[in-house]
């Protein structure tokens, strides 16, 4: 289907910033939502931002006025800059996909629901 690499953890200073990456890849047709979940040790898996086809973005509240995300649609990728980042971000990140693919003559369109393998943020503080 289509595979999702991410980049950019590591270890900051609370109050630093990390910018963490996800690239998609495939025989991608449309990317329609693509954004960030993460899970910390013992807590639910959470989205934390996403952006849809049309540029529409979602925050969850705890990020909101610290994070941004961003997508560039030529490189089918998208961006998540963390700033003022607190010891309540570490987690474990997971970039997520939804869209169509390519799937053939037979089933030229197929839909998709893809997720990265993950990428650690932690946060000294």
């Known amino acids: 289907q289509v595979q999702l690499v991410e980049s950019g953890g590591g270890l900051v200073q609370a109050g630093g910033s990390l910018r963490l990456s996800c690239a998609a890849s495939?025989?991608?047709?449309?990317?329609?939502?693509m954004g960030w979940y993460r899970q910390a040790p013992g807590n639910q898996r959470e989205m934390v931002a996403f952006?849809?086809?049309?540029?529409?973005?979602n925050f969850a509240a705890s990020v909101k006025g610290r994070f941004t995300i961003s997508r560039d649609n030529a490189m089918n990728t998208v961006y998540l800059q963390m700033n003022s980042l607190e010891p309540e971000d570490i987690a474990d990140y997971y970039c997520?996909?939804?869209?169509?693919?390519?799937?053939?003559?037979?089933?030229?369109?197929?839909?998709?629901?893809?997720w990265g393998q993950g990428t650690q943020v932690t946060v000294a503080s």
């Open positions: 997520n996909a939804k869209g169509t693919y390519y799937g053939g003559t037979s089933r030229p369109t197929r839909v998709f629901d893809s």
């Open positions: 495939g025989t991608i047709l449309t990317i329609d939502n």
């Open positions: 952006i849809t086809s049309d540029g529409s973005i």
